[in-house]
């Protein structure tokens, strides 16, 4: 009987074994490596990590776009025990802080991407606290390669190489036979509960938090994703979500390597590339926002680049149920599903093949396994069916606590467990869920509670609005009222007047939005979540 693996580097021995010369990850040059060059691949940065001064225990950031190099760093770092530390691409400054305040020892970074000089954007963040007590300071002969930076003694770039950096193939030339002989040692030391990753929230309402997951998480992300979306190792599954998110890794590909399915990490988003990439490849399995399915279906010859499609999963928005029945008809993808999780608890809820069209689009289905979830009212006690409070988690996925954050972590996760998402949401008679909002974002009109995503839900099926941000405004009279920004699909224009009377026709009076401002986008952070407060500022601003 098969031992189903508890660490990631039992995950990367059996992949090997199990799926040997399948194809494992397609480069972009379009050559695959298979399973077993996998295995050996991140072995060799296992070594190289050791030979440049990393231990069990450390910090290895990565600042990179999707690809082969990212996961040779990450499962490099994870298989001796070291401790994944991943940076959004999208960061600037903020960078900085990450490093610091995650202990970094090491960085691999793609220094140059997107015409990006991420080295000047650290150096240029000025000084940064020393590393966490316990950390070690020590660096290389000269200085360490980011002034504000004192921890962190190492810079690997996969791009441009200016002075104090280390080229990836000199980087892995320097591990020798002992260190090779070391990290599989190291390896059969690493257990479920070893420190496996810290990845910071987005920090929408505050500084973001280090959210720590150990190896046996990880792996139950991963799983508890690949079930209900059935992969098997004849999946070919394109990876757009970014490596740096855990839906991009650990419901990505890592899925791939418990799987034995291929992995096919696309760096930049591209709609006419992902097109040719999809029929080139024969994709099966492709997940992605709204917003790209929106965007592939005005494009022509979709559904004819798209047919080997067997699986669209999509979610973290509003998702209208004209679109999960496009992307079915029009694209003809057998199955679409959307889900829920967040960085705490990566995949807590699910669709399945069976759902139709109207569950899909209004719900994010059901608790996966080995996960429950329960409604609280504000005094504690569990909702009913439909109605609203906030949702709790508890799971084997659930994070072991926010890094250095005492505090933060005991006021997330009570003493028996459950994670207090944050998130309002519903439950309904057949265990389906439903998120209504963030608690922080409901606003209240007249003495009665607004939550703008019923509001964004709306304005999702309006036939000339992409996608809609609703916040709540001062009002003489009402206290708030709902104002509306939204984005119009591509060669349409959209009548402030003519989106409110729709709202109008659909929504509570109290709940339509008294403006509706066009945009050309709606300003993210570099989590991709819309600032709100932002866009409270430009509507309150005198």
Same mark, same amino acid.
């Given at each position: 009987?098969?031992?189903i693996?508890?660490?990631?580097p039992?995950?990367?021995r059996r992949?090997?074994r199990?799926? %040997?010369t399948?194809?494992?990850v397609?480069?972009p ?16 940065t296992?070594a ?14 990565v600042?990179?776009?999707? %690809?082969l190099p990212?996961?040779?760093?990450a ?7 070291a401790?994944?530390l991943?940076l959004?691409?999208r ?5 900085a ?9 090491l960085l691999v970074v ?6 990006t ?8 963040a000025g000084p ?7 950390g ?11 002034p504000?930076l004192p921890g ?7 791009g441009?190489?200016?002075a104090?950096t280390i080229?990836w193939k000199d980087?892995?030339?320097a591990a020798?036979p002992g260190d090779?002989?070391?990290?599989e040692?190291?390896a059969?030391?690493?257990?479920p509960s070893?420190?496996?990753?810290i ?7 505050g500084?973001?938090k280090?959210?720590m ?11 508890s994703?690949a079930?209900p979306a059935?992969?098997?190792p004849?999946?070919r ?10 839906f991009?890794?650990?419901a990505?590909?890592l899925?791939?390597?418990v ?7 696309v760096p930049v988003?591209d709609?006419?590339g992902?097109?040719?990439l999809?029929?080139?490849e024969?994709v099966t399995?492709m ?6 399915f929106?965007?592939?279906l005005?494009?022509p010859g979709a559904?004819a680049a798209l047919?080997s499609?067997r699986?669209?999963v999509?979610?973290?928005?509003i998702v209208?149920e ?5 992307i079915?008809?029009e694209l003809?993808?057998g199955?679409v599903l959307?889900?829920?999780?967040l ?13 139709d069209?109207?569950?899909v ?6 608790p996966v ?12 006690t569990?909702a009913a069916?439909g109605?609203? %409070?906030e949702?709790?988690v508890?799971?084997p ?7 250095d954050?005492?505090?933060a972590?005991a006021?997330a ?12 949401a ?6 389906c869920l439903?998120?209504?909002d ?7 009109v007249?003495?009665?509670n607004v939550?703008?995503a ?7 099926g309006?036939?000339?609005?992409l996608?809609?941000?609703v916040i709540?405004i001062?009002e003489e009279?009402?206290g708030?009222?709902?104002a ?7 060669g349409?224009t959209?009548?402030?007047?003519a989106?409110?009377?729709?709202c109008r026709?659909?929504l509570?009076?109290f709940k339509v ?5 066009p945009?050309?986008?709606l300003?993210?952070?570099?989590g991709g ?14």
């Amino acid at each position: 009987m098969t031992t189903i693996p508890d660490t990631i580097p039992q995950a990367v021995r059996r992949a090997a074994r199990q799926f %040997g010369t399948r194809p494992a990850v397609r480069e972009p040059n379009g050559h695959w490596i298979d399973y077993a060059e996998l295995a050996d691949g991140i072995r060799a940065t296992a070594a190289a990590l050791l030979a440049h001064g990393i231990e069990p225990g450390d910090r290895v950031a990565v600042w990179a776009p999707n %690809g082969l190099p990212w996961m040779l760093a990450a499962l490099g770092a994870q298989y001796l025990g070291a401790v994944l530390l991943p940076l959004n691409t999208r960061y600037r400054g903020e960078a900085a802080d990450v490093l610091a305040r995650g202990g970094a020892r090491l960085l691999v970074v793609d220094q140059g991407f997107l015409d990006t000089d991420q080295l000047g954007l650290l150096r240029a963040a000025g000084p940064a606290p020393e590393p966490p007590a316990g950390g070690r300071a020590e660096h290389l002969p000269g200085g360490p390669p980011v002034p504000g930076l004192p921890g962190l003694h190492t810079v690997v770039s996969l791009g441009d190489q200016p002075a104090g950096t280390i080229g990836w193939k000199d980087f892995l030339s320097a591990a020798g036979p002992g260190d090779r002989d070391r990290a599989e040692r190291l390896a059969d030391a690493v257990t479920p509960s070893t420190r496996a990753d810290i990845h910071y929230t987005s920090g929408t309402t505050g500084r973001p938090k280090g959210a720590m997951g150990g190896h046996r998480q990880a792996l139950e992300v991963a799983r508890s994703w690949a079930g209900p979306a059935q992969v098997t190792p004849a999946d070919r599954y394109l990876v757009m979500n970014p490596f740096f998110h855990t839906f991009g890794s650990k419901a990505g590909y890592l899925v791939c390597l418990v799987t034995g399915a291929g992995c096919l990490p696309v760096p930049v988003f591209d709609a006419a590339g992902i097109l040719d990439l999809v029929a080139a490849e024969q994709v099966t399995v492709m997940p992605g926002p709204p917003t790209l399915f929106s965007s592939l279906l005005e494009r022509p010859g979709a559904a004819a680049a798209l047919a080997s499609l067997r699986l669209a999963v999509t979610g973290a928005a509003i998702v209208p149920e004209a679109l999960v029945a496009a992307i079915r008809a029009e694209l003809g993808v057998g199955v679409v599903l959307t889900a829920y999780g967040l960085t705490e608890a990566p995949v807590v809820t699910m669709c399945t093949a069976e759902d139709d069209a109207a569950t899909v689009a209004s719900t994010c289905g059901r608790p996966v396994r080995g996960t429950e979830v329960r409604i609280r009212r504000e005094d504690g006690t569990d909702a009913a069916a439909g109605e609203p %409070g906030e949702l709790l988690v508890r799971s084997p996925q659930v994070m072991t606590g926010y890094l250095d954050d005492p505090g933060a972590t005991a006021a997330a996760i009570d003493t028996g467990g459950w994670l207090h998402t944050g998130d309002v949401a519903t439950l309904d008679a057949r265990g389906c869920l439903r998120i209504t909002d963030r608690i922080k974002d409901m606003f209240t009109v007249g003495g009665f509670n607004v939550y703008p995503a019923e509001i964004e839900r709306v304005l999702a099926g309006h036939p000339d609005v992409l996608e809609s941000a609703v916040i709540g405004i001062p009002e003489e009279r009402m206290g708030e009222v709902p104002a509306a920004y939204v984005v119009p699909r591509s060669g349409h224009t959209v009548d402030p007047d003519a989106a409110i009377a729709f709202c109008r026709e659909r929504l509570a009076n109290f709940k339509v939005p008294r403006r509706v401002v066009p945009v050309a986008s709606l300003p993210r952070n570099a989590g991709g979540k819309v600032l709100k407060a932002e866009l409270r500022r430009r509507l309150t601003a005198p």
